[in-house]
């Protein structure tokens, strides 16, 4: 055995012993944690959605020219890692190398992988060039990141320096094979060293190249470049539904005592791992309309101070002390900061590694609203008015069904069950009592007649779904009503459902499964669009102007649907379509959504002012909407900008009854 | 023709309006008028009292009246009650009225009728109707038993008659046994600013963005200062930096029921009006004529509010100064 | 401390009122019933006042009929730790649901203060808290704004005309009627929420606090809805024919200036 069998063997045994232990206490963390587990369902997909993301690096594609440096980095290793395993495999044995594969196969593996050890050091210092020249906003400086930019590109060097100092050395058959490293060779030959500083330099680049990785390996556990091992199990567990959103608390489970999440132990390990996969890119933040807007929160910094929070926490979780477990909302993670989210989920569309931000606010939120009784003092006149009036406005619950007064649109109890309509028209509280979007509610029952769809409402039995308040944190508030909702609609039979509110349309799709709701439901847009696909509405008149189309977060990113509500607008003649520039999955929030539209907002500039300022560079005179709280906001928007001459704020329902007779 | 018992009301040397209302109505209806005058170096507005027909007026004063004080009014008044034996003792419905008149009905062991609107003198009784459930009802109220009836009534309700300097009233010293009690009334404290809670204001005058400035905001205030009303703010006044936010009404901001409100430069929107709209009588003023506040106001005015609400604040003056 | 509050339950704001058959009074089907706005200040000072005395409890009483009691669960839910219902006619005026309620308070050992709302949003009266305190023989400060607590007595800020206040002095126990923006009320935690489901209340039937028939002294009856809201006048003319035209009509009209 050479000394340096024996010191490798030492060295890497102390380096894995020590990395083990860390990733040990990592993984001991992420198992003392209380939440509920996610399921581990629908396998082929996530399978399908590991591959695409991880080997096809998909998602970390989707911005450039970073995503084409970080696929470089990402294959690179991987391949060069072979030669790696070679180098202390023959540490060790001096014999065991790969060539026994033959010269021809080996000659293209030393081939590729000296060309992705070149494309790495230049992809190294293209992220350099990028923090330390370009500095985007929102990065920030990284100590971090520079650490692993600076061992990683150190790494290369040291690998092609130890190649070239041993083609200088060996003269192998496969140098040429290896044009990077054969150049080096030739520049070094230039320097004429003897036989022995030659193979004492080879050494040294060979134990440095073993050092750097042995290094990297300590390194790694308590860096963000922990995501290397985190973000490919992340990727195969993420929520495949992003609508799926909260999770049902069962309130007759009398063993439960804390509702929602007061301490990072409360929430799942799955969440942990979300903090190991966080590479702090920051693609999070630049969607998100709070942070862009100057609130207190970043989605990025969200899980930053999570995960310190974890780290803060380390011994008494692992000791088992939950009571000196400190609370989540520890200063770091400010109140204001928990307040500030829309639920847009924009953070969770943009992290490469498919993060999940929102789920977390809103179990903060529970705890701080139903075991605290901390929120926005206005906030308490809406559950109130909910509990009382069941709508979020303080009307009396007996008015609900007065905006209809005059079009004999008839309600459920008048027709008796649902096998006597085509679909239920689901009216929401902003159609029954806004007055704005009444008229929306009043164009859309007169497509129904133009179509000839047999429709009812519930009118005075409908309540509201209780979106507010389970984004606000309220979930017991939120299950009095659905139950109440659900025990109607199934008393009527009610298969089909179609609704002009996303909030009302997302819930009663996606969220009241878990309390025996289960309908087919439509956004008003998808009806419309289908009923124009029918031939039922032939949109005919000529509404000549410019549009440009706000994507709902609750349609859009929250259900997917950004081509229907477009294909009504495109039916309408006249209407020419621009897009704002962050449009369909980029679109920005108007700022309503998680309870906003039930707060005031005193921090930075308005959402709504800032989206209204995108929409008003499009040059379009009709901002089309398809929801009554997105058309609340622009509305307002519009007038703050002092633009509601020349720009008028529509619903898709009230430009198609003005297209059709 | 009956025996009424008025109890009078005065701050800071002065009586109060509604007193004279009582007394004229009492007397015009050709009732046997006596009034209750309690306080300390009250002696001399025993006059005025008569002036509006007052027949008699009961003086009781004492260092331990100079202040209202729950205890002491309750028993110098069930004292003098008891040697007049009215058919009928009415107050104003006041702060002060509204506070003694229920533990002057239970020394007496009779009922109350609060805040009644209307008052009909009947024989010996009186026909009372008053609101209920925050005025979305009436109900008369029927005195059980034996014993004078007694009611208090809301101010401006009657109407004011006018005074006659030929007329007067005998002047009667009254007992004013205070004694012990437990209670003691050390000061009363003027408000920082006269101005009341936008909350519990009668009537509440609100501007919006229309007024396109704080410094603007001063017609309101002169308007609000002569009804001795709140001013409010709509949320794009507050968001604009005109008002402050606890002026705000609407959602998120104070929801109000006064019984006037008086909306200038404010468009309706729901937010707004989830905060004003049970309000009793709403105004409102607004250049846009297809504004939705119009939907639930009992008054429209389309006109410019830098025009309307300085004429109607000169139209306002001239009804208080009568 | 053994704190007390007597509230009220009471047809919520938005309810529709309906009057019944005979305008005896108003049809209860549909009402949604709450505990009387006020009665939140009241409960909210009672919790407070107990936080920061240990060992202290709060009930929560209310006169009524059986529905009475959702109301009380409320108040637990706030926080208070036991409940007493007593059971008086739907019909019962001021007088027998003070009396009533002064009757259960002296069968309580010992009373240190008690808290109401300055009035109930049904019939606006204003008169039950004096009346409590005159049954039970204790005084009584209504409209408070702000308590100054001693050991044995208080300091009120009373509100009257003119956003002037009276300050009074009262010894204990007294009853103190409260006016809002005495405090902000709690929102119920769901805790507390599930906890109230469980907490005491006891009922108590008129006879047993000394109430009859005889103890009512008015009655309502005739009741009338007011007519119906007219659509609302646009006024004609310029600025200050405006400004005349609508100082009359809310001068002679609505009554309100």
Redesign the interface.
């Known amino acids: 055995m050479t000394w340096q069998t024996f010191a490798f063997v030492l060295i890497a045994g102390f380096a894995f012993s020590y990395s083990g232990l860390k990733f040990k206490t990592l993984f001991e963390l992420m198992r003392k944690h209380q939440g509920t587990s996610p399921k581990l369902d629908r396998i082929p997909e996530r399978i399908q959605t590991a591959i695409a993301n991880v080997l096809g690096q998909s998602a970390v594609n989707r911005k450039q020219p970073i995503g084409l440096l970080h696929t470089v980095i990402f294959w690179g290793f991987i391949i060069i890692s072979i030669g790696t395993v070679e180098q202390f495999a023959s540490t060790i044995h001096s014999a065991a190398n790969f060539e026994f594969i033959g010269l021809g196969n080996y000659a293209l593996l030393v081939r590729i992988q000296d060309f992705f050890t070149t494309a790495i050091l230049v992809a190294v210092l293209g992220a350099f060039y990028r923090r330390i020249v370009v500095q985007p906003a929102g990065l920030g400086v990284s100590k971090d990141a520079n650490v692993v930019l600076t061992f990683t590109g150190t790494l290369m060097v040291a690998i092609l320096l130890m190649n070239a100092f041993f083609i200088v050395g060996h003269n192998p058959p496969y140098a040429a094979s290896m044009p990077v490293s054969n150049a080096l060779a030739g520049v070094i030959r230039g320097y004429g060293f003897s036989q022995t500083t030659n193979q004492v330099l080879f050494t040294a680049w060979k134990w440095i190249h073993m050092l750097l990785v042995l290094g990297f390996s300590m390194y790694i556990p308590s860096s963000k470049h922990l995501h290397i091992l985190a973000a490919g199990p992340n990727t195969f567990l993420r929520k495949l539904d992003r609508a799926k959103a909260m999770r049902p608390i069962d309130f007759t489970n009398e063993s439960l005592t804390q509702y929602g999440a007061a301490k990072i132990t409360d929430f799942s390990w799955k969440d942990t791992l979300d903090y190991y996969s966080c590479t702090e890119c920051g693609r999070c933040q630049d969607l998100c309309p709070a942070w862009n807007t100057g609130k207190e929160l970043s989605p990025k910094k969200l899980i930053v101070d999570l995960k310190s929070n974890l780290y803060q926490n380390k011994s008494a979780i692992l000791s088992g002390k939950s009571e000196e477990v400190g609370p989540i909302v520890d200063g770091k993670i400010t109140e204001g900061v928990i307040w500030a989210c829309t639920s847009c989920r924009a953070c969770e569309v943009a992290c490469p590694v498919f993060i999940e931000h929102t789920d977390k606010i809103y179990e903060t939120r529970r705890n701080l609203v139903m075991m605290e009784s901390k929120f926005p003092a206005e906030v308490q006149t809406v559950f109130k008015n909910m509990e009382t009036n069941y709508s979020p406005w303080a009307f009396a619950a007996s008015d609900r069904a007065n905006w209809a007064e005059g079009l004999e649109v008839k309600t459920m109890a008048e027709v008796g069950s649902a096998d006597g309509v085509d679909v239920l028209l689901w009216v929401g509280c902003a159609g029954s009592f806004d007055d704005r979007n009444k008229k929306v509610l009043r164009s859309f029952v007169s497509l129904l007649k133009k179509a000839s769809v047999k429709f009812a409402i519930l009118g005075t039995e409908e309540q509201c779904t209780g979106d507010a308040a389970r984004r606000i944190g309220n979930e017991y508030l939120f299950q009095t009503l659905a139950t109440a909702n659900i025990e109607t609609l199934n008393r009527y039979a009610v298969k089909k459902v179609v609704t002009a509110c996303p909030h009302c349309f997302n819930i009663l799709k996606n969220e009241y499964k878990d309390f025996g709701g289960k309908y087919e439901v439509v956004h008003h847009s998808q009806y419309i669009s289908q009923m124009i696909r029918e031939g039922k509405l032939k949109p005919a008149a000529n509404l000549s102007a410019k549009v440009t189309f706000h994507d709902s977060c609750y349609l859009g990113r929250w259900n997917n649907v950004y081509d229907q509500p477009r294909a009504v607008l495109e039916a309408v003649p006249g209407l020419q379509l621009v897009e704002m520039k962050n449009n369909h999955d980029q679109s920005m929030c108007c700022g309503a959504g998680g309870g906003r539209m039930w707060m005031e907002e005193t921090v930075g500039k308005r959402v709504n002012i800032t989206r209204t300022e995108q929409a008003l560079e499009t040059g379009a005179s009709v901002i089309a909407a398809a929801c009554p709280f997105c058309m609340t906001m622009m509305n307002d928007g519009v007038k703050a900008k002092d633009k509601q001459d020349s720009v008028k704020v529509m619903d898709l329902a009230e430009l198609m009854d003005q297209a059709t007779t | 023709m009956a025996k009424i018992l008025i109890v009078a009301e005065h701050r800071d040397g002065k009586l109060k309006k509604s007193t004279f209302e009582l007394v004229g109505a009492s007397a015009s209806a050709g009732n046997e008028t006596h009034v209750a005058l309690l306080g300390e170096g009250v002696a001399d507005l025993a006059k005025e009292i008569g002036n509006y027909g007052a027949n008699k007026v009961h003086v009781a004063q004492s260092a331990a009246l100079k202040l209202y004080n729950a205890e002491a009014y309750t028993g110098v008044l069930a004292e003098l009650a008891k040697g007049i034996s009215p058919d009928v003792i009415l107050a104003s419905h006041t702060p002060t009225g509204r506070d003694f008149m229920p533990r002057l009905a239970r020394r007496l062991d009779v009922g109350l009728a609060s805040d009644c609107v209307t008052l009909a003198f009947e024989g010996t009784g009186i026909k009372v109707r008053r609101p209920v459930y925050s005025g979305k009802a009436t109900a008369e109220v029927e005195f059980l038993g034996s014993g004078p009836r007694m009611a208090t009534i809301r101010a401006n309700a009657l109407g004011l008659g006018k005074p006659d300097a030929g007329k007067s009233a005998e002047s009667i010293t009254a007992t004013a046994n205070v004694g012990e009690t437990k209670t003691k009334t050390t000061d009363v404290v003027k408000g920082s600013s006269a101005r009341p809670d936008v909350t519990e204001a009668a009537i509440v005058v609100s501007g919006g963005r229309a007024l396109k400035g704080a410094e603007n905001f001063k017609i309101i205030e002169e308007m609000a200062d002569v009804l001795g009303a709140a001013v409010g703010a709509s949320r794009a006044a507050v968001d604009a930096g005109y008002r402050p936010h606890r002026d705000q009404v609407g959602q998120t901001g104070k929801v109000v029921s006064p019984a006037l409100y008086i909306a200038c430069g404010i468009s309706g929107a729901i937010q707004h009006l989830a905060g004003m709209r049970t309000s009793k009588t709403i105004v409102a003023i607004n250049t846009d004529a297809e504004a939705p506040i119009y939907q639930i106001a009992d008054y429209g005015v389309v006109g410019d509010l830098f025009q309307v609400v300085p004429a109607l604040t000169d139209e306002f003056k001239k009804i208080k100064e009568h | 401390m053994n704190i007390y509050v007597c509230i009220k339950q009471v047809?919520?704001?938005?309810?529709?009122?309906k009057?019944n058959a005979d305008s005896s009074g108003?049809d209860p089907a549909?009402i949604?019933w709450?505990m009387s706005p006020y009665d939140e200040f009241a409960v909210e000072e009672a919790l407070r006042l107990k936080e920061k005395n240990a060992g202290s409890t709060v009930t929560v009483l209310s006169a009524g009929p059986v529905r009475v009691v959702e109301a009380i669960r409320t108040a637990l839910a706030m926080g208070c730790d036991n409940g007493i219902h007593v059971e008086i006619a739907e019909a019962a005026?001021?007088?027998i649901a003070a009396k009533a309620l002064a009757g259960a308070l002296k069968k309580e050992a010992k009373v240190d203060i008690v808290f109401t709302g300055k009035e109930a949003?049904?019939?606006?009266?204003?008169?039950?808290s004096?009346?409590i305190?005159?049954?039970f023989g204790?005084?009584?400060?209504?409209?408070v704004l702000g308590i100054e607590y001693g050991s044995t007595s208080l300091k009120c800020k009373?509100?009257?005309?003119?956003?002037?206040?009276?300050?009074?002095?009262?010894?204990l126990p007294?009853l103190i009627a409260a006016q809002?923006?005495l405090n902000?009320p709690?929102?119920?935690?769901?805790?507390n929420?599930?906890k109230a489901k469980k907490k005491e209340v006891k009922t108590l039937k008129s006879a047993d606090v000394g109430v009859s028939d005889g103890d009512?002294?008015?009655?309502?009856?005739?009741?009338?809805?007011?007519p119906p809201?007219?659509a609302?006048?646009?006024?004609a003319g310029?600025?200050?024919a405006?400004?005349?035209e609508?100082?009359r009509?809310?001068?002679e009209e609505?009554?309100?200036?």
């Open positions: 047809p919520d704001t938005e309810t529709k009122i009057l108003i549909g949604k709450i005026d001021n007088n949003i049904d019939d606006g009266a204003a008169q039950t004096q009346l305190a005159e049954h204790m005084p009584c400060v209504t409209v009373r509100e009257v005309e003119g956003g002037a206040v009276e300050m009074i002095e009262t010894s007294a809002k923006g902000e709690r929102y119920a935690s769901l805790p929420i599930m009512q002294k008015i009655r309502y009856k005739n009741f009338q809805l007011p809201k007219q609302g006048k646009k006024i310029d600025a200050s405006q400004a005349k609508l100082v009509a809310l001068h609505a009554k309100v200036v």
